[in-house]
């Protein structure tokens, strides 16, 4: 019997890329039994971009340096599909890959005001969502309205990763021992952390098409 491949997606700007998204990465890979993670880095928004957002490039870049030698792929697909909301890049991947289970992976910090993000039930009802603990956010994750609603389908880890077929909506809470590192840390002691990155050309790890040096928004 073939199993679907089983993709972990991790999303966010990637502002710079740093241990701790490897380190989140990897501990949700083995304790989930997935196959690959696939980090999302966002284009960002082209009509106000964020200050202190570095090109496109620059934080794929980053992205890719922390990836080496892992099960994980970088990839800036929202600019392929034009997507703005997670909500619509979760549906465009699962019809563009049907054959794979995905799950959604996200920090405690996110769960905490994830009823503001567009159709966030959807977003539940779409695949499952794993929480990883982040410090200083648990409590406010376990007291929002979000986790009032997913509470009814919590599944501890192991149940999870056993199951042949994933269901949604199901969420899964990891604990380790937490990551302190941050990206707005890090661009506050080094704010020139992108002029150091190698410089040679990019492509992205799923669709194989080129990443400019200067793109920052999503392709039209």
């Known amino acids: 019997m073939t199993f679907a491949r089983r993709i972990g997606l991790l999303g966010g700007s990637f502002n710079p890329a740093h241990g701790g998204h490897r380190r989140i990465s990897l501990f949700a890979l083995n304790a989930l039994g997935l196959d690959e993670v696939w980090w999302l880095v966002s284009p960002g928004n082209p009509l106000k971009p964020a200050a202190g957002m570095a090109p496109l490039a620059a934080r794929v870049r980053s992205a890719m340096v922390q990836a080496r030698r892992a099960p994980i792929r970088v990839t800036a697909i929202e600019r ?56 200083g956010y648990d409590a406010a994750a376990v007291a929002g309205p979000a986790m009032a609603w997913l509470r009814r389908h919590r599944v501890d880890a192991a149940t999870f990763r056993n199951r042949d077929e994933w ?37 992205d790890q799923l669709t194989f098409r080129p990443i400019s040096e200067t793109e920052l928004s999503p392709a039209p």
């Open 80 to 135: 392929d599909f034009g997507t703005r909301y997670t909500v619509d890049t979760l549906r465009a991947l699962q019809r563009r890959w049907p054959g794979r289970q995905f799950v959604w992976l996200m920090g405690s910090d996110n769960l905490a005001q994830f009823h503001r993000w567009k159709d966030w039930r959807d977003i539940a009802r779409a695949m499952p969502i794993a929480v990883i603990a982040r410090p």
């Open 167 to 203: 269901s949604a909506p199901s969420l899964i809470t990891l604990r380790f021992d937490p990551d302190p590192r941050s990206a707005t840390a890090i661009r506050r002691a080094d704010p020139e952390w992108a002029d150091r990155l190698p410089q040679v050309p990019l492509r």
